[in-house]
């Protein structure tokens, strides 16, 4: 039997806990096959509509998005593993069949991911359930191996 090749480890998140947890095992898994992550955080319905109502600023969803990628950061840092970030929106307004899971694993195909950290238990904070929509989606479609946390 083949041994399972991981070069690149995809982790959605959305500043939830179950998300910083979610990255945990990441890191855990690129540190066991030498791989790197890419942690993707996708925001949400709710915030997105804002933005597009100009009810918060991208500015602040930025800084917000930021503060929590650079706790994630940390994680990466303190077990040796490489990690780069990205944003994506979950929902749009204008494209109606935009879904977090199809932007999770679009984007893992994208990055030629080999593996997907997937959240799926759910979020403490109601407005960060975009990664609890996505889990069942990304669980039934993906490509990739995927661990669901």
Known sequence: MAELEVDLVVVPIDGSEESRTAVEYAVTVADQY????????????????????????????????????????ELAAEADVDLATSIAAGFSTDV??????????????????????MPREPTTDASSDVLETAAEYVLQYASQPVLSV
Do not use: M, N
């Open 96 to 117: 109606k069949t935009l879904h977090p899971g199809g932007v999770v694993l679009d984007t893992a195909e994208q990055l030629d991911a080999d593996f997907v950290v």
């Open 34 to 73: 030498d791989a790197s992550v890419h942690a993707l955080y996708i925001l949400g319905e709710t915030t997105v509509r804002a933005i597009d109502r100009g009810a918060v600023a991208e500015e602040a969803v930025a800084d917000d998005t930021k503060a929590f990628s650079e706790a994630v950061t």
